[in-house]
């Protein structure tokens, strides 16, 4: 893939009017939104938030250009180039008619539950890339168990083959760690461990913007 189509497919912290994180979108969709007058960006500098326009940021992102022509050290964004100019992909956008509250719930999907579990056999504690991970149901269907939180992890084929239909108690086979349910979409925390995505982190916490203040 070349930088014109990852830049173009990095991800961007969408906050609602209020200023709460409800989504993350690829920039192709951020900039379809500040084209359409619909979202502003706002830039995130030493703690400071300004918000910017589609031409405001568009005239900013020249100017960045100029003064960092080549990818990579003072420039922290990535870049979209068209026959007319150089544009940065913005970090963080905000709805500017829209309010609906952030959604809380996770869904159960094996993508989160691999990130939940951090890419690690919740067997025998080997993390392993995610084409070598399959999912196992701690209960086994055979035994009544569900597609839960609760009762799914990750584990590598090995231990998924050893441990077959039966319980970790029938196959002496202790869990790492008790599943849960998490509280907060854990794709978004691996994403933060990227110094990337640090401008994201003062968005994310919604008491932050919505505790009383006295």
């Given at each position: 893939m070349d930088a014109q189509a990852t830049a173009l497919n990095s991800h961007v912290l969408v906050l609602n009017k209020m200023w709460m994180a409800v989504r993350i979108v690829d920039a192709k969709r951020a900039f379809a939104l500040l084209c359409k007058d619909l979202a502003e960006v706002i830039r995130v500098d030493d703690g400071s938030y300004t918000g910017y326009d589609?031409?405001?940021?568009?005239?900013?992102?020249?100017?960045?250009?100029?003064?960092?022509?080549?990818?990579?050290?003072?420039?922290?964004y990535e870049w979209v180039r068209t026959v007319r100019m150089n544009i940065a992909v913005p970090k963080v956008i905000r709805l500017l008619a829209y309010d609906r509250l952030p959604r809380n719930e996770v869904k159960l999907n094996r993508r989160n539950i691999f990130a939940r579990d951090h890419n690690r056999c919740q067997y025998c504690g080997g993390r392993f890339p995610t084409a070598e991970l399959s999912l196992d149901h701690v209960i086994p269907r055979s035994q009544g168990g569900g597609a839960s939180w609760e009762n799914l992890v990750c584990c590598c084929v090995g231990c998924n083959t050893r441990k077959g239909g039966r319980t970790p108690r029938q196959a002496q086979m202790p869990l790492v760690k008790k599943p849960a349910k998490p509280k907060t979409n854990p794709v978004l925390h691996l994403r933060l461990g990227s110094g990337k995505y640090e401008s994201w982190k003062a968005f994310l916490d919604n008491a932050y913007w919505s505790v009383e203040l006295k």
């Open positions: 589609f031409g405001d940021w568009a005239d900013l992102s020249e100017t960045q250009h100029r003064l960092f022509p080549e990818p990579g050290g003072a420039d922290p």
